[in-house]
């Protein structure tokens, strides 16, 4: 099984080349590619792929614009931090999408799916072909988290994703801030809170902060290609979008 993986996170890339070998160890990953531009270069010149694992916003641009100009017949499995592009998926070679974090149970169904459809060498698997339909419907109506609930001394207080402004780590502790201008400690891990949250209104601008739509509105140039932000309240806390997710940030802008 010759695959490639398309992320432009190494660690993630890591992790999930890690995950596929241990489901398949025979599995060959013949190459980890992190932008549309190295994606196009590499499918000109390697047609020859059995499934590819692919991210959906790249550095550069979506990876839409990879299999909008490109021939590509292998089957694409995405795994991405949104579900708004589930649709737009399925209508390139996807059968299945992943969120992030990638769980190694959702990992293995989607390659013994791969492996399931790909032995209909001539008869189409029409059930598996509804499922994944099906799945890319049920994407769309993802439930997110409309409340998290904090600790106040000895009290527990309930807070609406409405009234949340940032999530960011400091100190090796979480923290949720809110439009009254307070941090709360929370016990999750951000990687954890990005999945349970709508990426129509909060987007992972770095490794530690995740900011809500309303709370960008502030936004400066900064060194190397980066955006600075300024939350007011959070005035002591120098928010950087990270230079590789500089695009991505100004697309969810609506720029």
């Known amino acids: 099984m010759r695959i490639v993986i398309i992320e432009d996170e190494p660690r993630a890339a890591r992790r999930l080349e890690k995950m596929i070998l241990d489901i398949e160890p025979a599995a060959h990953i013949i190459n980890r590619l992190e932008s549309v531009k190295e994606s196009l270069v590499f499918f000109n010149?390697?047609?020859?792929?059995?499934?590819?694992?692919?991210d959906i916003q790249l550095a550069d641009n979506l990876s839409f614009e990879i299999y909008a100009q490109t021939e590509i017949n292998a089957p694409i499995i995405f795994t991405t931090a949104y579900d708004s592009y589930a649709i737009e998926a399925f209508k390139t070679n996807g059968i299945d999408y992943l969120l992030k974090p990638v769980k190694p149970e959702d990992l293995e169904k989607a390659i013994a799916k791969f492996k399931h459809l790909t032995k209909k060498e001539s008869n189409p698997d029409l059930?598996?072909?509804?499922a994944i339909i099906q799945n890319a419907g049920n994407a769309q109506n993802t439930q997110y988290k409309k409340r998290f609930m904090v600790k106040v001394g000895t009290q527990l207080k309930s807070i609406a994703v409405a009234d949340v402004l940032a999530f960011y780590s400091k100190e090796k502790a979480n923290y949720i801030f809110t439009s009254d201008?307070?941090?709360?400690?929370?016990?999750?891990?951000?990687d954890f809170i990005e999945t349970e949250l709508n990426p129509e209104h909060f987007f992972r601008i770095n490794r530690?902060?995740?900011?809500s739509l309303a709370a960008a509105n502030n936004i400066v140039a900064y060194s190397n290609s980066r955006l600075k932000i300024t939350i007011n309240g959070l005035e002591d806390e120098l928010i950087i979008v990270a230079r590789d997710r500089t695009k991505a940030?100004?697309?969810w802008l609506g720029e």
């Open 45 to 54: 010149t390697h047609p020859e792929v059995d499934l590819i694992f692919s």
């Open 127 to 130: 059930k598996a072909l509804a």
């Open 181 to 190: 201008k307070r941090s709360y400690v929370l016990e999750s891990s951000l």
């Open 208 to 211: 530690g902060f995740i900011l």
């Open 249 to 251: 940030f100004k697309s």
